[in-house]
């Protein structure tokens, strides 16, 4: 089955403890994205990766690293997390082939920092 | 500068009553345009697309037409289902990624 899977998908964590969050997509897509969502605001972009070895920042991505060493797999990590960090975080995938756009996502990781 | 607008939320209806979430976006050219639903407790998943201007995208009842005079795909069901419910997220293709609006969500009572 196609899909995206992301781990874990709740945490309650601490400020300043080290956290990551994974994303694993087997559709070879090229293509990959963090997001993260909060209420009034919508989806905004963190971080997002063209393949292999290529991230660039999205619209927030003050906080967070990324990391794309394989292609199916691209990690979020919060080195010192913080409470404004507490959201709700997706992971996306999309092929670049054809212009398709089409994103598929992951079921969401619920994140909260005290 | 280029974006994503949708009407605000929440939307409650009745079962059976007509539904339009409004979206209009401002871009250069025409860009393919999208409708995400967000059932709760998942992720977002594709309803429907229109990748050129007067296309019709059309899922599971939804519709939303490419109006390239009036840069606008608004969402339309003739009658909504409890199941309905959820947050839809109007979004513009750029380039490779995806511009969204802020999300709608939707309430649907028996």
């Known amino acids: 089955e196609a899909q995206v899977t992301q781990n874990p998908r709740y945490l309650i964590t601490v400020t300043g403890k080290k956290l990551t969050v994974t994303c694993s997509q087997n559709?070879?897509?090229?293509?990959m994205s963090w997001y993260r969502q909060d209420p009034g605001l919508g989806l905004r972009q963190i971080y997002y990766?063209?393949?292999?070895?290529?991230?660039d920042k999205g619209d927030v991505p003050e906080g967070y690293k990324v990391s794309r060493k394989e292609k199916r797999n691209f990690p979020l990590i919060l080195e010192s997390p913080s409470p404004n960090q507490t959201s709700l975080y997706f992971c996306a995938s999309q092929s670049l082939a054809g212009g398709n756009n089409e994103q598929f996502f992951g079921p969401g990781t619920r994140l909260t920092v005290l | 500068g280029d974006s994503v607008t949708q009407m605000e939320g929440p939307v409650t209806l009745s079962e059976e009553a007509f539904l339009t979430i409004n979206c209009t976006y401002t871009?250069?050219?025409?860009?393919?345009l999208f409708w995400y639903v967000q059932y709760p407790g998942e992720g977002l998943q594709l309803l429907l697309k229109?990748?050129?201007a007067d296309d019709k995208g059309s899922n599971k009842g939804f519709e939303a037409t490419y109006r390239k005079e009036t840069t606008s795909f608004h969402l339309e069901k003739g009658s909504v289902q409890v199941s309905d419910s959820a947050v839809y997220f109007c979004a513009r293709a750029e380039e490779y990624q995806l511009i969204w609006g802020a999300g709608t969500k939707l309430i649907i009572k028996p």
């Open positions: 990766s063209m393949n292999v070895e290529v991230t």
């Open positions: 229109a990748t050129k």
């Open positions: 559709m070879n897509h090229e293509y």
């Open positions: 871009a250069t050219g025409y860009p393919s």
